[in-house]
């Protein structure tokens, strides 16, 4: 079964940075592009940013390009987002996100549950 | 940039009718790259169906995808109780789109 679980989530203020990080488990890690979604509170889903299965390739949202970071660890089995210069606006829940193949175009076949990022002061 | 419109906003529905979403992109796109998700309150998304018709793995056959060029449409046949949630569409080619999402709430 595929899991994955999302950590790092926070208040932080604004200007602020944060990683989060994504430990996934039940199917072979490095064969799957992985993503990045959000969700403003009350509001509808946000791609943020892409990778493909190596690390080679990465796609972020014009939103966020410049100021957020996807990466991967293959050896642990982690995908992270490094997130910098915090506004109100990247307050969200922030779910991890399987591909279903190794790079794009790839469909979301399976989600965590998401960490919840609040940028506030 | 490819825009999803989703209608109507809010469908108000009883168990056991049939549900009917739109999903309408600002150009014509590959049907093989349209998805459908489902959003239950306080949790995630889930996939329903990928490539515009082909349902996801444990997805039960009352939901239904179809469509092609800018207009696209799931369909649950008859409404469960389980079925009353968000759904939201997404182009999953280059600009991994996401439609603002369909409520179907219970009538």
């Known amino acids: 079964e595929v899991q994955l679980l999302e950590s790092g989530g926070d208040l932080v203020q604004p200007g602020g940075s944060l990683r989060l990080s994504c430990a996934a488990s039940g199917f072979t890690f490095n064969s799957y592009a992985m993503s990045w979604v959000r969700q403003a509170p009350g509001r509808g889903l946000d791609w943020v940013s892409s990778i493909t299965d190596d690390g080679g390739d990465t796609w972020h949202a014009d939103s966020v390009k410049g100021h957020f970071t996807i990466s991967r660890d293959n050896s642990k089995n982690t995908l992270y987002l490094q997130m910098g210069s915090l506004t109100a606006a990247d307050t969200a829940i922030y779910y991890c996100v399987k591909g279903n193949t190794r790079s794009r175009p790839y469909y979301f076949d399976s989600w965590g549950q998401g960490a919840l990022v609040t940028v506030s002061s | 940039e490819i825009v999803l419109t989703q209608s109507p906003g809010t469908l108000s529905l009883s168990p056991g009718e049939r549900a009917t979403l739109s999903c309408r992109a600002s150009?014509?796109?590959?049907?093989?790259?349209l998805a459908w998700y489902q959003q239950k309150p306080g949790q995630a998304p889930r996939l329903l169906i990928y490539g515009a018709s082909s349902r996801a793995a444990g997805i039960p056959d009352r939901f239904s995808g179809s469509g092609s060029g800018t207009d696209f449409t799931l369909t649950i046949s008859r409404l469960e109780p389980e079925d009353f949630a968000v759904y939201y569409c997404q182009h999953y080619g280059d600009s991994r789109t996401f439609g603002q999402g369909t409520k179907v709430e219970i009538k």
């Open positions: 150009q014509s796109v590959s049907s093989s790259y």
